[in-house]
C-alpha cells in the first residue's frame, strides 16, 4: 500500500489531498483538520477515553503518543481540550505531530492497516524552509514508531518533498511557461493568516522573505482596539464584508444586551475595522515595495488573505502580469466538487493541489499506472 499525501500546516487550516495509489479508481480526496494542537497528559486522554459516549469519525478524535508524548491535534484539540493557535509557534515543529494525526486518519478511513509506504509534501514559510533537512529527519523517526488513538503505526517515508509556501504555485507555472520561466523576473506572494511571503526568481535563482503580516495582523490590532472581541467572529465578519465594512455582517459581534448600547458598539467595531483596516493594506503596500522589484514579469499571488486585498494587489502591480493562483483555483472546484466560493476555499487550496501534482510526478508506484495517474490530473 502506498498513500501519496500533500500538506499545508496553516494556522487556519490544515489543508490536505491524498490519494491511494493501490486503490481503484485513482481519484485525489480533499483534506481538511482544524489547526489546532496542544501537547496533553497521559492521564487526560485517559479521561476523555472513559468518558466518551460514542466513537467520532478518526479526523475529529485525533491524538496520538509518540516517545511517550502525547498530543492532541485537529477538533478534538480545539473543542475538547480547548487548544489556541499560537502564531508564534514555528510551523515546522508543529508539523510532526500533525502529519502522524493526518495519517493516521486517512489509514482509519481508508482501511490502510499500520504498515505501509508514503510519499509526503511539505509546505512551509520561506523563514522556516531552511529547516526542512531536520524536519525531513524528525518525520521519517516520528513515522517509523507512533500510536494514533492507542494503535501503532510504523510507516515508511519514503519520498519527502519540501517546497517553501509558493511552491505548488510556482511549480505548476514553471511547467507552463516551461524554458521560458528562466528568462522571467518572477515574484510568488502568499498572503496567509500568520505570515506573508515573497519568493523571487531571476533567471531561475531564488531568493526570499517571510514576514508576520498575515490577517492575523490587522485583527489582533481590532481586537485589541474593542470590547471583548475574538479573532474567530473578527475573522469571520470581515471576511464576509469584503473590502468595504458593512454592517450586516457586524451585527453579530455586539456583546451588549440594550440597543441603544448594541448601536454604538456595533459603529465603534466597523470604525476601529476601517481605520485599521487602511494601516494594514498600507503596511502590506510598504512591506511589498522594499521586497518586490518594480522591474518583475510576473507576479503569482496566492493565499487566502490574497482575495481580501485583490483590489489594493492590483493597483500596486498594474505594470506586471499577475497569475492568481496560478489559475488552479477552477481545477480545484472541479476536481472535488466545490460550490462557487466555498468560504475562498478553492483559493486557500490550490498551492497544495499544486503540489500533490509535483508530487505524484515524482513516484512511480507501481510502474503501470504512472501514466494513467497523471493523466488523470
Given at each position: ?117 508514503l510519499g509526503l509534501a511539505l509546505l512551509l ?145 466597523m470604525e476601529v475595522s476601517a481605520m485599521i ?79 500533490f501534482r509535483y508530487l505524484q510526478s515524482q ?15
Amino acid at each position: 500500500m502506498y498513500l501519496l499525501l500533500a500538506l499545508d500546516p496553516g494556522t487556519s487550516l490544515t489543508k490536505m489531498i491524498y490519494r491511494i495509489l493501490s486503490s481503484i479508481p485513482y481519484k485525489p480526496e480533499l483534506f481538511c483538520m482544524e489547526p489546532e494542537l496542544i501537547s496533553v497528559t497521559k492521564e487526560s486522554i485517559d479521561l476523555y477515553e472513559s468518558g466518551k459516549i460514542n466513537s467520532p469519525s478518526p479526523e475529529n478524535e485525533s491524538w496520538i503518543e509518540l516517545e511517550q508524548e502525547y498530543y492532541a491535534v485537529g477538533f478534538l484539540a480545539q473543542k475538547h481540550f480547548e487548544a489556541r493557535i499560537k502564531l508564534s509557534e514555528l510551523k515546522y515543529e508543529n508539523a510532526i505531530p500533525k502529519v502522524l494525526a493526518a495519517v493516521g486518519a486517512i489509514a482509519l478511513r481508508e482501511g490502510l492497516g499500520n504498515n505501509f509506504k508514503l510519499g509526503l509534501a511539505l509546505l512551509l514559510p520561506y523563514g522556516e524552509w531552511e529547516d526542512r533537512e531536520r524536519l525531513e529527519r524528525g518525520l521519517t523517526a516520528a513515522l517509523s514508531n507512533f500510536c494514533f488513538r492507542g494503535q501503532q503505526f510504523s510507516i515508511c517515508l519514503e519520498c519527502f518533498e519540501c517546497k517553501p509556501e509558493g511552491g505548488g504555485l510556482m511549480l505548476t507555472r514553471s511547467k507552463k511557461l516551461g524554458a521560458d520561466f528562466n528568462l522571467l523576473h518572477i515574484a510568488v506572494l502568499m498572503f496567509g493568516f500568520r505570515d506573508i511571503s515573497v519568493v523571487l526568481f531571476e533567471r531561475g535563482l531564488s531568493s526570499g522573505r517571510t514576514e508576520n503580516l498575515g490577517l492575523a495582523w490587522m485583527l489582533e490590532r481590532i481586537k485589541n482596539r474593542t470590547s471583548g472581541q475574538n479573532l474567530q467572529g473578527l475573522l469571520l465578519a470581515i471576511h464576509q464584508s469584503g473590502s468595504t465594512i458593512k454592517q450586516k455582517y457586524f451585527k453579530s459581534l455586539a456583546r451588549s444586551r440594550k440597543a441603544e448600547f448594541q448601536a454604538d458598539e456595533i459603529t465603534q467595531i466597523m470604525e476601529v475595522s476601517a481605520m485599521i483596516r487602511k494601516e494594514y493594506c498600507n503596511k502590506v503596500a510598504d512591506w511589498l515595495k522594499s521586497s518586490v522589484p518594480s522591474n518583475v514579469d510576473l507576479v503569482i499571488i496566492g493565499g487566502g488573505t490574497a482575495e481580501y486585498l485583490s483590489s489594493e494587489l492590483k493597483a500596486l502591480f498594474s505594470n506586471a502580469q499577475i497569475s492568481w493562483a496560478a489559475e488552479l483555483e477552477e481545477d480545484v472546484r472541479q476536481a472535488f466538487n466545490l460550490p462557487p466560493q466555498k468560504d475562498a476555499l478553492c483559493i486557500r487550496m490550490t498551492d497544495v493541489y499544486g503540489l500533490f501534482r509535483y508530487l505524484q510526478s515524482q513516484v512511480v508506484y507501481p510502474p503501470v499506472l504512472t501514466s494513467t495517474i497523471t493523466k488523470e490530473l
